[in-house]
């Protein structure tokens, strides 16, 4: 980061978030000799912020071969820049947050991320992953599904609203009265309509799509 400012902002909060930090650089190139020479101590979270385009998803597919796949790669941009980010840049990082994140939302988003989520801004999920809703006909519509990228099951449709709410499978399991193994297989189906990679991204969907509200 070449912003002084920011660099030490970003410092801060990851100190006060309980996170250590084990080095800096004013690029991500001057980063790039450390990591290549093994003389960087391993690191949980490699935290970039650079401007969308410029080679970014070459750079950061170097910095993924130098930190090993256990690290996570983390891009901080500018809110006027999502509408420019690709699949491609998403899918080179395992995450992405705005500079108007707060600090207990980046510090949540990064235990997140550190444990395997991917998180993205939630206008990314909409735009670049998932394609734009076709209607369903109104004879195979329940209350909620108008949006539907394909016409959801009434399960399905109570599964999409658990997601929403945070429920783990087994809670999910519970609270419907089935199995967790039949929630397994709902969510599979569920995702594959929505075109979406994982919970996550089916509940943002969700919540852009007035379900959190049934």
């Known amino acids: 980061m070449s912003s002084h400012l920011l660099r030490d902002a970003v410092r801060r909060l990851l100190t006060d978030g309980g996170f250590s930090i084990v080095g800096e650089a004013p690029t991500i190139a001057d980063a790039l000799p450390p990591l290549a020479s093994n003389t960087a101590a391993p690191v949980d979270f490699f935290i970039a912020y650079k401007d969308i385009g410029d080679n970014s998803t070459e750079a950061f597919a170097h910095i993924r071969q130098l930190v090993g796949n256990k690290s996570r790669i983390v891009a901080l941009a ?10 491609d840049y998403i899918m080179a990082v395992d995450g992405i947050l705005t500079l108007s994140t707060s600090a207990t939302e980046m510090i949540q988003s990064l235990r997140l991320i550190q444990v395997g989520e991917r998180i993205v801004p939630s206008e990314l999920v909409q735009s670049v992953f998932m394609p734009t809703p076709r209607l369903a006909p109104a004879a195979q519509r329940g209350p909620g599904q108008t949006l539907a990228v394909h016409p959801l099951t009434a399960r399905e449709t109570d599964i999409l609203r658990q997601l929403v709410l ?13 199995t967790e193994a039949t929630v397994k297989v709902h969510l599979k189906s569920l995702l594959r309509k929505l075109r979406a990679s994982n919970r996550t991204q089916a509940a943002i969907w969700a919540q852009t799509h007035g379900f959190g509200d049934c």
């Open 78 to 87: 500018e809110e006027t820049d999502i509408r420019q980010i690709t699949r």
């Open 166 to 178: 945070g429920g783990s499978n087994k809670v999910i399991a519970h609270k419907l009265g089935i």
